[in-house]
């Protein structure tokens, strides 16, 4: 799990490099590959962190998911906004 937290922090700098680069060169397409990159290695934190909370043996799932979110208020509210932004695109895909 180690790596995969690794990767989404990299991923989370690399789109901040990008985004800055975007910003400085005035290259708006460079400047949402960032954000992009940004959120997909926070979400990528995010799984990470919810695997470990449900991986821990001998509590309920629901349990472990309320321990989750009063323990990690941002990343639990950075998967609800993550959810909420995927089933957005995927309605408005449907027209």
Request: glycine share 12%; no cysteine.
């Amino acid at each position: 799990m180690k790596e995969d937290n690794l990767a989404g922090e990299g991923r989370d700098i690399v789109g901040q490099v990008k985004e800055m680069a975007g910003n400085v060169t005035g290259d708006r397409s460079l400047q949402h590959e960032g954000l992009a990159d940004q959120l997909s290695g926070k979400v990528q934190k995010v799984v990470v962190a919810a695997k470990d909370v449900i991986a821990a043996d001998g509590v309920p799932l629901l349990d472990k998911a309320r321990r989750f979110t009063r323990e990690r208020p941002l990343a639990s509210a950075a998967l609800a906004g993550v959810i909420g932004l995927a089933l957005l695109n995927t309605l408005r895909g449907k027209r």
